[in-house]
């Protein structure tokens, strides 16, 4: 029998026995011991800092552990890093660790990382993005480990190892790669495109607690149990969707990935796995957010194949919406819109549908949850009777 892929380990809460799960979930890959000599940096998220009990961060408790795993291993020097979205300065960083209660994992060899250059990078074999700025920081580790929280996403479905890599984005620039790539198909190569870049050496999703509803800032935490860790990002991911009730077709990146030939129709049921079985993990009820839209009716077709697509397309799309009495008028999603599709009106937001490229990235920064995924009483029907 070939050797696992992927591990799945029971882990129910964030105490410091954590540690034991980790290296039980980490060990059959080589590590820590992989760290030895080694500058390791781990690529948490961090969207833009929250207390850890609201799931919206990678728990910090497990990234104390992992940092410590590393360090007792012989590893150089560990860096946690991340672009959350906004700017990318030294002052709002230190902010979003704050937030994130990530001050207690610095010790002698381990930092929170400082350093705000951005570099040009190029990719050559890139389905899409051939350039692209990145942070800089990570050039300066030997080893990448992809650190990532399970979560809803209203854009993109689900947000897990592939879209974690999408903060290695500086955060000012990452509304330009949303206009140069609106539709999911592209956005998805894309963000393939800046996980295959970096091929991190190793994938951990924190899926103890998951974000469930209005992710991934917005959503509420809902407890799954488990650690999952990987070397191939997509599946991991494909693994993630099976455990939050998501079949492959409901996440972007993952049905782009099959049209791509990165994984099969079949992978999941043929992945060699060890530890615990993924399938004991799955939340039936998991409250998911539907993104179908352009991908599931991308197919050809004749006139009216067009113009049943183009008819579903309005029926079934998801939208922002406000909801003005939760919303403090602090313009967030004004200043975020990389389509200007947002004006602000006595201190309320107006969406301007005819310029909205459903990104979602308004609904990802509002603080309050004010801005909601609204879907068309159809597609409810529909993903109900799925
Ligand atoms: S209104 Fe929201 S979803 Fe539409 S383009 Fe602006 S940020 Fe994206
Ligand atoms: S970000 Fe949220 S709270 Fe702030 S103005 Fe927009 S909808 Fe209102």
């Not at 030895?36 to 961090?46: D, S, T």
């Not at 991991?236 to 972007?252: M, Q, R, S, T, Y």
Request: with cysteine; net charge positive.
């Amino acid at each position: 029998m070939s050797a696992p892929t992927l591990y799945i380990e029971k882990c129910d809460s964030y105490t410091p026995d954590v540690k034991e799960s980790l290296l039980h979930l980490i060990r059959p890959f080589g590590w820590p011991e992989k760290a030895a000599g080694k500058r390791v940096a781990i690529k948490v998220n961090l969207l833009h800092g929250a207390s850890p009990e609201k799931a919206v961060v990678t728990h910090p408790v497990l990234v104390k552990a992992l940092s410590e795993l590393l360090v007792e291993a012989g590893a150089e020097s560990v860096v946690i890093g991340d672009s959350p979205g906004g700017l990318y300065t030294v002052s709002y960083l230190n902010h979003v660790y704050k937030l994130s209660q990530l001050l207690p994992c610095e010790s002698e060899r381990v930092h929170l990382n400082q350093n705000v250059e951005t570099r040009e990078g190029h990719y050559e074999n890139a389905y899409l993005l051939h350039s692209f700025s990145y942070t800089a920081y990570l050039d300066d580790a030997d080893l990448l480990i992809d650190f990532c929280k399970l979560k809803t996403h209203g854009m993109m479905g689900m947000s897990a190892a592939v879209k974690n890599m999408f903060g290695t984005i500086p955060g000012t620039t990452k509304p330009e790669y949303h206009m140069r790539f609106p539709n999911k198909t592209d956005f998805s190569k894309m963000l393939l495109d800046i996980y295959r870049y970096w091929h991190p050496d190793l994938c951990i999703v924190d899926a103890i607690d998951g974000m469930e509803g209005n992710g991934p800032s917005q959503g509420l935490p809902r407890h799954i149990g488990c650690l999952i860790a990987g070397t191939n990002a997509v599946e991991v991911d494909l693994v993630c969707a099976g455990i939050i009730n998501l079949k492959p077709e409901d996440v972007p990146t993952l049905e782009v990935a099959e049209q791509l030939g990165l994984i099969q129709a079949d992978t999941l049921d043929t992945l060699t796995t060890g530890g615990a079985d993924w399938r004991d993990f799955v939340v039936r009820d998991y409250q998911n957010v539907a993104v179908k839209s352009d991908i599931a009716f991308a197919g050809k077709g004749g006139p009216i194949g067009r113009a049943f697509r183009s008819i579903a397309r309005i029926f079934l799309k998801s939208r922002p919406q406000v909801r003005k009495k939760q919303c403090i008028g602090c313009a967030k999603c004004f200043q975020v819109c990389p389509a200007r599709a947002i004006t602000m009106k006595d201190k309320k937001p107006v969406i301007d549908r005819s310029q909205c490229i459903k990104c979602f990235c308004c609904q990802e920064f509002c603080p309050v949850g004010a801005m909601k995924v609204h879907r068309t009483p159809l597609a409810k029907l529909l993903s109900k009777n799925k």
